[in-house]
């Protein structure tokens, strides 16, 4: 349906996207989904991630958003990247409830459950995010979850401003958001808010890309001190492990500069997801995070499109190798 023009929505409600993968996803066992999550992730250190968000999101009943929580909680307890956990309970309105009904749900069960499992040591979940989005959860319900998330002590970081102007960013300044990703459609009253809050844009060229999406305004947000991270937005609709390939489309298609791209796939990435202090950068104090790679230029890994296999040498977390090539 996608490749033969239909819109991400017309997919949507017509039971594909995330639909289709709830369904899938409530079907499978924990095992299942460790595995699969386990080999997505090593393709990714391979290309050279040493830190990534892993959402929840495609089980939406409790007991499926937690069955994904679990899941990431041991990837993040036993492989050598780092991970910072969202819990995406309102990714979607379930089958059966009305928007308002799912948000009532989501803070009166979803999130003390969470809460109770953070506190004796079970799960450990750092950011809350919500499909704030015209048909899926409105700026009032979204409003509502991420509210109801920052009391038990999440970061919010939350979809927004992707295929609707929804002024999301506007909402994400207020609540003091960490990260908002998407805003292919933020408005300029947004990108202001959003510099003035220190709230930082998660930019997703894959994304745009593949639903043939208008692109993120980087320019404007980087000219009016936004601070922009990129990431791959790896999910069923844009598959895709590598952040050289998202930062060689960010150059290309939103016209960012290689150090720019650079700086947003890794310390503003870092911050994005509030591990600025440990990650992003080579300095004393932070971990050491790093890839080696077998080029005269650091730009190659931008500038070689799909070349990253090549020329990744050495991909290293917290000082220790955790892949050769
Ligand atoms: N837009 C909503 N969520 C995902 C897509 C999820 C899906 O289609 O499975 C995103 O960020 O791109």
């Known amino acids: 349906m996608k490749l033969a023009g239909a819109t991400y929505m017309e997919i949507h409600q017509a039971g594909g996207g995330i639909n289709f993968t709830v369904e899938r996803t409530r079907q499978a066992s924990e095992e299942e989904l460790f595995g699969s999550l386990q080999q997505r992730l090593q393709c990714m250190m391979r290309a050279g991630t040493t830190l990534v968000e892993c959402k929840s999101g495609y089980g939406l009943n409790l007991e499926t958003e937690l069955k ?28 059966g409830k009305t928007a308002t009904e799912a948000a009532d749900d989501i803070i009166n069960n979803h999130l003390p459950k969470l809460k109770e499992l953070g506190r004796n040591g079970q799960i450990h979940v750092d950011n809350i995010d919500v499909f704030c989005e015209k048909g899926v959860f409105d700026l009032d319900s979204t409003r509502r979850i991420l509210q ?41 009253e947004g990108i202001a808010a959003m510099a003035t809050a220190g709230c930082s844009a998660v930019l997703l060229p894959t ?8 692109q993120p305004r980087a320019r404007k947000m980087l000219d009016e001190g936004v601070i922009v991270a990129l990431g791959s937005d790896f999910n069923p609709n844009a598959y895709c492990f590598s952040m050289p390939m998202v930062m060689h489309l960010a ?29 992003g950068s080579l300095e004393v104090g932070k971990q050491g995070d790093l890839i080696i790679i077998n080029s ?30």
């Open 207 to 214: 994304t745009a890309y593949m639903l043939r999406l208008k």
């Open 68 to 95: 994904m929580l679990r899941v990431i909680e041991r990837a993040r307890r036993q492989m050598a990247v780092g991970i910072s956990a969202t819990y995406c309970g309102a990714h979607s309105v379930p089958k």
């Open 296 to 325: 005269s230029r650091w730009e190659h890994l931008i500038y070689q499109f799909g070349g990253h296999n090549e020329l990744i040498e050495y991909v290293i977390a917290k000082g220790k190798a955790v892949y050769k090539k």
């Open 251 to 279: 150059c290309v298609n939103m016209r960012m500069s290689m150090p720019e791209a650079l700086a947003a796939a890794t310390i503003n990435a870092a911050y994005a997801l509030g591990k600025s202090h440990t990650h």
């Open 148 to 188: 109801g998330g920052k009391d038990i002590g999440l970061q919010i970081n939350f979809h927004g401003d992707e295929l609707h102007p929804m002024k999301a960013a506007e909402l994400g300044a207020e609540l003091g958001a960490r990260a908002i990703s998407h805003l292919e459609e933020v408005s300029d």
